[in-house]
Nanobody
């Protein structure tokens, strides 16, 4: 599948954003999807993921309770709702997908074969 991430922007601390990852291809519903992020000068880190069935999700400790991942298979879209944004959330956010990801490796970057181009999120006052 090909992935297109969007929804980033410049917001103040405490604000919300919703990122979208739109996929091409009718098999998207069979793919697990994850969001990763990369801040300047840092490695790319796991943010959140959702199993292909939608029944399993995983979050990094840094976003748990603030971010929510969901999927709308009819629209070939996965969303990342980000609330209570902090300056440390500033990064380029990437979505990734793969049909072979299982619950135990939802957070593993190497498990995902398809990647989107990234969308910039900047949290600053």
């Amino acid at each position: 599948v090909q992935l297109q991430a969007s929804g980033g922007g410049l917001v103040q601390p405490g604000a919300s954003l919703r990122l979208s990852c739109v996929a091409s291809g009718r098999t998207f519903r069979n793919h697990a999807v994850a969001w990763f992020r990369q801040a300047p000068g840092k490695e790319r880190d796991f943010v959140a993921a959702i199993h292909r069935t939608g029944s399993g999700t995983r979050y990094s400790d840094s976003v748990k309770g603030r971010f929510t991942i969901s999927r709308a298979n009819a629209q070939n879209t996965v969303y990342l709702q980000m609330n209570s944004l902090r300056p440390e959330d500033t990064a380029v956010y990437y979505c990734a997908a793969d049909p072979s990801v299982i619950l135990s490796n939802l957070a593993s970057q190497t498990a995902y074969g398809s990647w989107g181009q990234g969308t910039q999120v900047t949290v600053s006052s």
